[in-house]
């Protein structure tokens, strides 16, 4: 490994601890239930579970149709930045990417609020 390669991977590293990003997804289509949750903590090697939920959606943009992906804040996995505004806080607020805010055309700001409203049909 050359020391760009080296550099660039040191570079990752500390980017997913930082985060702590999770190493292992686990997806049910009928959803975990709690003995599902019981049994992954019980896997060796396993550190921590958390779950959460999401949803893939589609989100008119104009004259066209985008896929979304909306999935639950986990409590201490998966950590986001923030770069403008605040996290979540109440049930019918959301954190959106900062890129796919710009470019999909599914968002709108209210002047008088200064709140996002996200549209979906």
Known sequence: ???REQYDFWLKDAYFDEKKLF???VIS???LTEDDVRALKKVEGIKKVEYGYSI????QAND???AVHIMSI???MNLLTVEEGRLPEKKDECAVDVDYLSA???FHETPDEGQ???EFS
């Open 116 to 118: 996002m409203h996200i």
């Open 29 to 31: 289509t009928l959803g």
């Open 74 to 76: 986990l409590p201490s």
């Open 64 to 66: 066209s149709q985008q």
């Open 56 to 59: 893939d959606a589609l989100c």
């Open 23 to 25: 190493d292992i997804q």
């Open 104 to 106: 999909s055309g599914c």
């Open 1 to 3: 490994m050359s020391y």
